[in-house]
Structures are given as C-alpha cells and as structure tokens.
C-alpha cells in the first residue's frame, strides 16, 4: 500500500548536537544517556522523558550519578540542549515531503526542556503534529505510545512509516503493523537518499 503517512522521531534524525561544538566535558557528562543509538539509559532519564520527573529531581539524580553538585548537574542539563541543531539533509527532506503532500507527524522521546527550545526552530512549522513522550506520559519502545499515534490522528499503520535512529523503537513500531525504518544518524545524508527511495517506492 502506498505511504502516506511520514512520522519522524526528532533526535539524531531532525535534530542534533553539533559535535564540532559540544564540549568534550560535556560529551563525557552526559555519556550515559547517548553513548551508542541502541545504548540503554538510567531510569531516573527515562522518567524525566516521560515527564513525571522534575528537572530539579532529574539534575539530583545527575549529580548523585556522576559525583557532582546539583548545581552543576542542572547547569550542564540546560547548557546541553543548546547545541542543538537541524539536520539539513533531513531538513530538506522534510520540505520536500510538504511539498508533496505526505502527512508528517513527530513521535519523539524528549524532556520539557529540549522539546521547548526545539520547537523555535524553522523546521517545526512543517511538524505541527507531534506525540512528545514528556506530554503524554509515555516513551518509547512502549507499544502503548504507538497506539497512541494510531488513533490519536486516525492513521492507517499500512501507510505510515516510522523513521528512527534507535532500533528497538522501529521494532516497536513494526509490532504495531508499522512499516519501520532504521536512520543511520552517523550518515544522515545517505539516510535521507535511501528512505526517499521506501516512501516513492523506487
């Protein structure tokens, strides 16, 4: 069947951290939580994706995890989120995909912070539909959050596909009759290429 809905999970895929700027202590503090696409996080970041934890509770368990005080733990939390940048080649991808008429929506695992400072970017007037853990309480892999995107904008999982950097997650989605499509965040250029290639059917 042909596609016609585009969902697009926004950390290593719409957006990223610029790693020409992102200090190497930072990328050293916060290696628990992106270390590798398919890495594990600690419960208390989970949480703080879901949105039942604090940024104060966060940055406390920060602090008791890496030795340091809160402080500096809520500090580096917010300094972190601002070295954050759009992807271009999936910027471009984006509009194009506008332009042609598929329906684009965003399903992302993101604290209140990061999806704040986010959603001032250009690219997210074309993303105006999104499902952010942090806002409903759930993250992904869950299959809850999955069903959730279904009937929350009544789409045919046959004709959505799902683009992520983390496997598990497009595993996930694929559970629920999702088509799923594993991003290569190291590359995102030919990513880009070899999913315009799924969604045309070429």
């Known amino acids: ?6 969902v697009f999970d926004l950390a290593g895929v719409v957006v990223a951290r610029n790693s020409q700027r992102f200090p190497a202590h930072l990328e050293e503090f916060f290696s628990f939580a ?17 949105g039942i934890l604090s940024i104060e509770d966060t940055a406390d368990a920060v602090a008791k995890y890496r030795g340091c005080d809160l402080e500096t733990a809520k500090a580096r939390m917010l300094l972190a989120v601002e070295f954050q940048e759009q992807v271009e080649p999936t910027v471009r991808l984006i509009e194009e995909l506008t332009e042609r008429g598929y329906r684009l929506i965003v399903l992302s695992n993101m ?7 986010l959603r001032k970017m250009p690219v ?3 993303l105006t539909e ?5 806002e409903v309480g759930l993250v992904k892999p869950e299959r809850e959050i999955y069903e959730l995107l279904l009937s ?4 045919n999982p046959t ?3 799902f683009v992520d ?5 497009v595993e996930a989605a694929a559970a629920v009759g999702i088509k799923p499509f594993h991003f290569d965040r190291t590359n995102p250029e030919k990513a880009c290429d070899e999913l315009r290639r799924v969604i045309y059917n070429e």
């Open 159 to 161: 004709e959505t596909i």
């Open 34 to 50: 992106f270390a590798t696409p398919e890495g594990g996080v600690p419960k208390f970041w989970e949480d703080h994706d879901r």
């Open 1 to 6: 069947m042909m596609l016609k809905n585009i």
């Open 130 to 134: 999104q499902i952010i853990s942090c």
């Open 111 to 117: 604290s209140p912070e990061y999806i704040e400072f």
């Open 165 to 169: 950097d983390r496997r598990e997650n």
């Open 124 to 126: 997210f007037r074309l």
């Open 152 to 155: 929350r904008y009544s789409l």
